[in-house]
């Protein structure tokens, strides 16, 4: 299983329940509470129905963003968030998705009161997963479908600009710059991306991605 499949999977089986925004008429951003109820190597599947102002957003903007928590508190917490693009499935899988999430029979009693529900599909983002409960904490980016993994960097880079002063070393709150020798390295996976060592660089040899 590939990165991005694990943590699909991670959603759908310890989280289930995401915030989940889109974006409005006006423009502005709109949250609401959805469940993943399935996923597949480079997906992930939900349902709701036609008549929410959230299906309506999701037919207009074809795209959502959203973040799943796990954790007892902040310094116990996992979090992954995803952005990507959606499309509608259809009732066909609704029988299939009820199987496997079968607190949706209470919700939904009668056949004839399902046929309010259809099924989207996340199937080309990327995400990001944090883990705080760790330490250093751990972080790692990932895409899934088509999505061009390049457009998923983000964080600090130091460049051959470094002279070895060591300034960043002392303002990261994480330790997780290696300075065995110019130039300086930051291990992206334990990065918080507080921008301390960007804004501290004599000789700005920090590079914002």
């Known amino acids: 299983m590939n990165n991005a499949a694990y943590y699909l999977r991670y959603i759908v089986d310890n989280i289930h329940r995401t915030i989940v925004a889109t974006v409005d008429n006006n423009g502005l951003p709109v949250t609401c509470a959805i469940d993943m ?22 037919i207009k903007r074809k795209f959502l963003a959203f973040t799943a928590m ?29 199987n496997k999430n079968p607190y949706m029979n209470e919700i939904y009693q009668t056949q004839k009161s399902r046929h309010a529900l259809t099924v989207f599909q996340i199937y080309e983002g990327s995400g990001e997963w944090f883990d705080l409960s760790k330490k250093p904490i751990e972080r790692m980016s990932f895409t899934f ?54 804004s501290i660089c004599p000789v700005k040899a920090i590079i914002k991605l």
Request: proline share 4%.
């Open 37 to 58: 109820m399935d996923t597949d190597e480079d997906s992930l599947y939900f349902l709701t129905a036609k008549g929410k102002n959230f299906y309506d957003r999701l």
């Open 70 to 98: 796990k954790g007892e508190d902040t310094m116990t917490s996992t979090a992954v968030s995803v952005r990507g693009k959606v499309r509608e499935l259809g009732f066909d899988r609704i029988p299939e998705l009820f």
């Open 145 to 198: 479908g088509k999505f061009e993994s390049c457009k998923a960097e983000s964080g600090y880079y130091i460049n051959d600009n470094c002279i070895g002063c060591k300034s960043c070393l002392e303002v990261c709150p994480q330790d997780c710059i290696n300075l065995t020798q110019p130039p300086a390295v930051i291990n992206s996976q334990n990065c918080l991306h507080c921008g301390n060592c960007f």
